[in-house]
C-alpha cells in the first residue's frame, strides 16, 4: 500500500494508522517511510526510528528508509563481501559519481520496498504481510513513481534495467499495490489530487485505489438551526453575538469541505474514503488507534461497496 499526495494533508498519519489497523488486525506489518524527517516515531510514542527495521507495537515494524542504507544493503545483496563494498561504495570517486545519477536514490528506495514485499523467511514463507509505504509529497512523489519505468524505457538489458522492470511490474499490479491519495476537502488538495490521480493513471499505468479525503468536520447543525442563523441577519448583539458568529464561521467552513467533497466524487473514479479531523493534544497515539479503527471501518465498507 502506498500512499502520497499534497505536503501537510496527512500522509504520514494515515499510512501510519492503515499500518496500525492492519497489525491490529494479526498482519505482520512494515510501515516505511522514504528519507523523511522521522514522524511516526513521535505518533507511535517510540524512539527515534532510523534506518534498521524495528518492532513499534506487536505486529507492527516501521523503517525510515534513506538512500544511502538502501543502497548499501542493496550492493551488499548483490557483491555479498563487505570488503568488496567498501572497496567499490566507500571509495570517493564512486560515491561522488552515484550521488549525480538522476533517480537512482529512488530506484534503491522503492527497490528496498520490493524486496520487502518479495521477502522470505528460512522456510519459504513471506515475512510480511503488508508492506505500507509512505510516499513523498505530489512533486517528488510523481518522480519516485515514474522513475523505474524511465529507466526500463531509456536501458533495455542489465542489472538496473531488471531491477526497475521488477518494480514497475509490482507497481502496476493492482493485486499486490494499492496507491492511496491522500487530499483535504480544500481548493488547491482536490485539484492537486485529481491531477495526480491523472498522471499516475496515464503516465505511470498505476491504478488508484482510493483517495482519502482527510481533515472533514462533522457537521453539526440541522436545516431548521442553519435557517435560524440566516434569519438573525449579519450581526448579533451580545451575549451570544460571538457565539454565533463562530457558529457561522463553522458552518462556511463545513460547506466549502461538502463543495470540494462532492466535486471529488464527481471527478474521480475512485472510492473517497471519509476521515474526520480529530484534535491531537498530548496523547498522539491514542488519536491514532482512533484513526486506524475509522479507517478500518470505512475501507470495509467502501470494500463491501465496490465488491457488491
Ligand atoms: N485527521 C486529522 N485530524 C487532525 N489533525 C490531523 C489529521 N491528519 C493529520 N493531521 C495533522 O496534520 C499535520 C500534517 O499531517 P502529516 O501526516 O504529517 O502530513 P503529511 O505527511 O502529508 O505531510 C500534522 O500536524 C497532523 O497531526
Ligand atoms: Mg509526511
Same mark, same amino acid.
Given at each position: 500500500m502506498l500512499f502520497s499526495g /499534497? #505536503? #501537510? +494533508? #496527512?500522509k504520514t498519519v494515515m499510512s501510519s494508522s492503515f499500518a496500525l489497523s492492519c497489525a491490529r488486525r494479526g498482519e505482520k506489518t512494515l510501515l516505511m517511510q522514504l528519507n +523523511? /524527517? &522521522?514522524k511516526a516515531a513521535s505518533l507511535f510514542g517510540t524512539e527515534e526510528i532510523d534506518t534498521e527495521i524495528r518492532e513499534v507495537r506487536e505486529n507492527l515494524y516501521a523503517v525510515n528508509v534513506s538512500p544511502k542504507a538502501a543502497m548499501k544493503e542493496y550492493a551488499l545483496m548483490v557483491l555479498k563481501i563487505k570488503l568488496i563494498y567498501r572497496a567499490v561504495f566507500e571509495n570517493r570517486v564512486v560515491s561522488s559519481f552515484l550521488k549525480v545519477i538522476p533517480g537512482l536514490n529512488e530506484l534503491v528506495m522503492l527497490g528496498k520496498a520490493y524486496y520487502h514485499v518479495g521477502e522470505e523467511d528460512e522456510e519459504g514463507q513471506? +515475512?510480511? &504481510?503488508k508492506v505500507v509505504v509512505d510516499a513523498p509529497a505530489t512533486g517528488h512523489g510523481i518522480f519516485l513513481l515514474k522513475i523505474p519505468s524511465v529507466i526500463t524505457g531509456l536501458i533495455g538489458s542489465g542489472l538496473m534495467f531488471e531491477e526497475a522492470r521488477r518494480i514497475v511490474e509490482l507497481l502496476q499490479d493492482p493485486k499486490r499495490t494499492a496507491l492511496a491519495l491522500v487530499t483535504l476537502a480544500e481548493e488547491m488538495p482536490v485539484n492537486e489530487t485529481l491531477m495526480l490521480s491523472d498522471v499516475v493513471n496515464k503516465e505511470i499505468g498505476l491504478h488508484v485505489a482510493c483517495v482519502i479525503a482527510n481533515g472533514l468536520y462533522p457537521r453539526l447543525f440541522t436545516d431548521e438551526e442553519i435557517q435560524w442563523m440566516d434569519e438573525l441577519g449579519p450581526s448579533v448583539a451580545d451575549p451570544v453575538g460571538g457565539l454565533v458568529e463562530a457558529a457561522r464561521f463553522r458552518r462556511t467552513r463545513g460547506a466549502m469541505q461538502e463543495r470540494y467533497l462532492q466535486k471529488l466524487r464527481d471527478d474521480g473514479s475512485w472510492p473517497v474514503v471519509e476521515m474526520p479531523f480529530l484534535f491531537f493534544e498530548e496523547l498522539e497515539t491514542a488519536v491514532l488507534e482512533e484513526l486506524a479503527s475509522l479507517l478500518e471501518r470505512t475501507l470495509k465498507s467502501t470494500e463491501a461497496r465496490s465488491v457488491g
Open positions: /499534497k #505536503g #501537510g +494533508v #496527512g +523523511v /524527517k &522521522d513471506p +515475512v510480511w &504481510d
